[in-house]
C-alpha cells in the first residue's frame, strides 16, 4: 500500500516549534518512504479560530519550505461526512444521546480523581431529560484496544474502564475530535499517522471509532512532545513563541535535532532545499527519542 501521511494543524494559534517538530517529523517519515503528505486544517471548533491563522499556518509551512500534496482538506467543511458517520454508530446501536450535565457527570462518578471522571453510562440506563442539549456517546466495551506504535511500542486502554462511553457529538452541536479525526484520515487515504505522543491516549478511542465504522487503522508513530521549563506542551496557551519566517533553516535544523536525527551544524545555514533533501535522505525514525515528552 502507497504510503499517504499528513499534518494537521488547528488554526487556533501561529505554528511554534512543537508544531515544527510534527510537521518536520511527519513530512520526513513520508518523503523518505516516497509517500504522500498531505494538510488538513481542524478548524472544526469555529469559535475558538482565530481570524487569519488558518492563512498564516499556510504562509508558514510554504516559508519553510514544506511541500504538501493534494487539495488541502478543511474540517468546516466535513460536516455532512461526520453526520453521516454519527447517523451509521446510531443505526448500528452504537450511539446514544446524553443530556447530562458536566456537574451530574461530576456527582455520579465514584472515581477518586474528579479531573479524569469516567461517564457512568446514566443515560444508557435512564431516558433523557426533554428540553436539554443533546451530545452523543459511543458506548464503549470491557475489550481492550491497543495498538502497536512504531515508537512507544505497545499501547493499550480499556476503554469502558478507563475512559467510559465518549463523546462524539458535543452538547454545542460541535462533532467531538476524535470522530472528525478518523472520519477525514480516513478520508484523506492515511495509511500512516505521525504525531506527538500527547495523542496516544486519544489514539485507542480514535481505532475503537474506526472499527466501529469499519474503517481500516492507520499506523502510528507518536514522537515526543516539546515541553517548556515548567513541563507543559508548547501551546498558544503556554505562550510558545511563533515560529520565526525569516530564519527557516536553524528551526528546522533545531526541530532534527530534538527528533535526533543528527544534523550536521553546517545544516544550519544551507538553503532549504538542500537541508530537506539532507532530512530526507538521512531520515531515521529509529534515532527517535522513545520519551513522550522533552524539555527544550
Ligand atoms: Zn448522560
Given at each position: 500500500?502507497?504510503?499517504?501521511?499528513?499534518?494537521?494543524?488547528?488554526?487556533?494559534?501561529?505554528?511554534?516549534?512543537g508544531?515544527?517538530v510534527?510537521?518536520?517529523?511527519?513530512?520526513?517519515?513520508?518523503?523518505?518512504?516516497?509517500?504522500?503528505?498531505?494538510?488538513?486544517?481542524?478548524?472544526?471548533?469555529?469559535?475558538?479560530?482565530?481570524?487569519?491563522?488558518?492563512?498564516?499556518?499556510?504562509?508558514?509551512?510554504?516559508?519553510?519550505?514544506?511541500?504538501?500534496?493534494?487539495?488541502?482538506?478543511?474540517?468546516?467543511?466535513?460536516?455532512?461526512?461526520?453526520?453521516?458517520?454519527?447517523?451509521?454508530?446510531?443505526?448500528?446501536?452504537?450511539?446514544?444521546?446524553?443530556?447530562?450535565?458536566?456537574?451530574?457527570?461530576?456527582?455520579?462518578?465514584?472515581?477518586?480523581?474528579?479531573?479524569?471522571?469516567?461517564?457512568?453510562?446514566?443515560?444508557?440506563?435512564?431516558?433523557?431529560?426533554?428540553?436539554?442539549?443533546?451530545?452523543?456517546?459511543?458506548?464503549?466495551?470491557?475489550?481492550?484496544?491497543?495498538?502497536?506504535?512504531?515508537?512507544?511500542?505497545?499501547?493499550?486502554?480499556?476503554?469502558?474502564?478507563?475512559?467510559?462511553?465518549?463523546?462524539?457529538?458535543?452538547?454545542?452541536?460541535?462533532?467531538?475530535?476524535?470522530?472528525?479525526?478518523?472520519?477525514?484520515?480516513?478520508?484523506?487515504?492515511?495509511?500512516?499517522?505521525?504525531?506527538?505522543a500527547?495523542?496516544?491516549?486519544?489514539?485507542?478511542?480514535?481505532?475503537?471509532?474506526?472499527?466501529?465504522?469499519?474503517?481500516?487503522?492507520?499506523?502510528?508513530?507518536?514522537i515526543p512532545i516539546a515541553t517548556?521549563?515548567?513541563?507543559?506542551?508548547?501551546?498558544?496557551?503556554?505562550?510558545?513563541?511563533?515560529?520565526?519566517?525569516?530564519?527557516?533553516?536553524?528551526?528546522?535544523?533545531?526541530?532534527?535535532?530534538f527528533l535526533n536525527?543528527?544534523?550536521?551544524?553546517?545544516?544550519?545555514?544551507?538553503?532549504?532545499?538542500?537541508?530537506?533533501?539532507?532530512?530526507?535522505?538521512?531520515?531515521?525514525?529509529?534515532?527517535?527519542p522513545?520519551q513522550h515528552s522533552i524539555m527544550i
Open positions: 500500500m502507497a504510503y499517504v501521511g499528513r499534518f494537521a494543524p488547528s488554526p487556533t494559534g501561529p505554528l511554534h516549534f508544531s515544527l510534527a510537521a518536520a517529523a511527519s513530512y520526513c517519515d513520508a518523503k523518505s518512504q516516497q509517500g504522500k503528505w498531505l494538510l488538513r486544517m481542524e478548524d472544526l471548533d469555529k469559535p475558538r479560530e482565530v481570524v487569519g491563522t488558518a492563512v498564516d499556518i499556510l504562509n508558514t509551512l510554504e516559508a519553510f519550505g514544506f511541500e504538501w500534496d493534494d487539495a488541502i482538506l478543511y474540517q468546516s467543511q466535513r460536516e455532512a461526512a461526520y453526520l453521516e458517520a454519527l447517523q451509521q454508530l446510531q443505526t448500528n446501536g452504537l450511539a446514544y444521546p446524553c443530556t447530562c450535565s458536566r456537574k451530574e457527570i461530576l456527582d455520579s462518578t465514584s472515581h477518586l480523581d474528579k479531573k479524569h471522571t469516567i461517564y457512568p453510562g446514566t443515560c444508557l440506563q435512564n431516558a433523557i431529560k426533554p428540553n436539554k442539549p443533546i451530545a452523543w456517546r459511543i458506548k464503549t466495551t470491557s475489550e481492550t484496544t491497543q495498538f502497536n506504535d512504531a515508537i512507544q511500542s505497545e499501547f493499550s486502554e480499556n476503554l469502558s474502564q478507563e475512559i467510559g462511553d465518549f463523546v462524539i457529538k458535543r452538547a454545542d452541536g460541535l462533532y467531538a475530535y476524535q470522530l472528525a479525526v478518523v472520519v477525514d484520515d480516513a478520508k484523506q487515504g492515511i495509511t500512516r499517522i505521525v504525531r506527538g500527547d495523542l496516544l491516549t486519544s489514539t485507542t478511542r480514535q481505532i475503537y471509532i474506526q472499527r466501529a465504522l469499519n474503517i481500516a487503522t492507520p499506523s502510528y508513530m507518536h517548556n521549563n515548567a513541563g507543559e506542551k508548547l501551546s498558544k496557551q503556554t505562550l510558545a513563541s511563533s515560529l520565526n519566517k525569516q530564519q527557516p533553516a536553524t528551526q528546522i535544523w533545531h526541530a532534527l535535532d536525527q543528527q544534523p550536521p551544524i553546517a545544516l544550519k545555514t544551507e538553503r532549504l532545499t538542500a537541508l530537506w533533501s539532507w532530512a530526507i535522505t538521512n531520515w531515521s525514525a529509529a534515532k527517535i522513545k
